[in-house]
T-cell receptor
């Protein structure tokens, strides 16, 4: 059973460029969330996709956008990159259980903006 | 005020010791609580859910105090492999957004 996968593993971009990150959820999961984790901080919620729609969004500017495909995989796009966008970007897929939603994270994409 | 606050540590403990740390949350409507573990430069992994009555999973014990809005994690008989950052996570009922603390770093030394 494949877990959550993300690509690429690492990425280096220049300020002002655009980037697309990709995620495939764990088998059987239909909800994908994206998080940004800066060094020394906990992950911060960017947004969540369900049934190909953005269902919930965190406190991130419109430069951050996403998409979910019919096979539940997802993309995160960031336009006009800033140095502050350098972080680990984590994708998580969800399965609702009795104790509440549990999310399973992929290995992340480490983005460096120079 | 941050949604979830944790003592960053680090907690440096010898093998076999007991270590405990807390996390506080600000939203009294929070319904689900978790502890995640994150190894250096890796993804967070679910360690355990936290139930209202408290729960154990092997050497790990989690407690929830709704009145004071805090969660605790206790690790008994610490192993070298317990060295990690422990992330406190809170969410609202049926809300898939996870609110993370910044993490508590635990280092277990031989």
């Amino acid at each position: 059973d494949a877990g959550v996968t993300q690509s690429p593993t690492h990425l280096i971009k220049t300020r002002g460029q655009q980037v697309t990150l990709r995620c495939s959820p764990k088998s059987g999961h239909d909800t994908v969330s994206w998080y940004q984790q800066a060094l020394g901080q906990g992950p911060q919620f960017i947004f969540q996709y369900y049934e190909e729609e953005e269902r919930q969004r965190g406190n991130f500017p419109d430069r951050f956008s996403g998409h979910q495909f019919p096979n539940y995989s997802s993309e995160l796009n960031v336009n006009a990159l800033l140095l502050g966008d350098s972080a680990l970007y984590l994708c998580a897929s969800s399965l609702l259980r009795e104790s509440g939603p549990e999310q399973y994270f992929g290995p992340g994409t480490r983005l460096t903006v120079t | 005020r941050k949604e979830v606050e944790q003592d960053p540590g680090p907690f440096n403990v010898p093998e076999g010791a007991t270590v405990a740390f807390n996390c506080t949350y600000s939203n009294s409507a929070s319904q689900s609580f978790f502890w995640y573990r994150q190894d250096c430069r890796k993804e967070p992994k679910l360690l355990m859910s936290v139930y209202s009555s408290g729960n154990e999973d092997g050497r790990f014990t989690a407690q929830l105090n709704r009145a004071s809005q805090y969660i605790s994690l206790l690790i008994r008989d610490s192993k070298l492999s317990d060295s990690a950052t422990y992330l406190c996570v809170v969410t609202l009922f049926n809300d898939y957004k996870l609110s993370f603390g910044a993490g508590t770093t635990v280092t277990v030394r031989a």
